[in-house]
């Protein structure tokens, strides 16, 4: 059974920094994309940033800049280094991780359960 477990969220002041981190585990045999998602209430979804295997990444607008997404292949662990932080960015950020396991060899996504991210000014 395939895990993601985030990590890092919180309370920052504008301007601020934080870390977030995704670590998936259980039987994978490949990842196809990792990347962040957020959602703030009322709204949808929107992407955030996501790197693939081969270590392209694709921004959100509204972050180049000031956000940066990294990968441990070692550790099937995703990072978002958040900068210069908005009270815009506050919403709560889920891990999204494309992959196949030993069991289930077709790519499957799989999301995290959410963590807040808060951004006073």
């Known amino acids: 059974q395939v895990h993601l477990v985030e990590s890092g969220g919180g309370l920052v002041q504008a301007g601020g920094s934080l870390r977030l981190s995704c670590a998936a585990s259980g039987g994978i045999r490949s990842i196809t994309v990792m990347g962040w998602y957020r959602q703030t209430p009322g709204k949808q979804r929107e992407l955030v940033a996501i790197i693939r295997s081969g270590g392209n990444t694709i921004y959100a607008d509204s972050v180049k800049g000031r956000f940066t997404i990294s990968r441990d292949y070692a550790q099937n662990t995703v990072y978002l280094q958040m900068n210069s932080l908005k009270p815009e960015d506050t919403a709560v950020y889920y891990c999204?991780?494309?992959?196949?396991?030993?069991?289930?060899?077709?790519?499957?996504?799989?999301w995290g359960q959410g963590i807040q991210v808060t951004v006073s000014s």
């Open positions: 999204n991780v494309d992959l196949s396991t030993f069991t289930i060899i077709t790519t499957t996504r799989y």
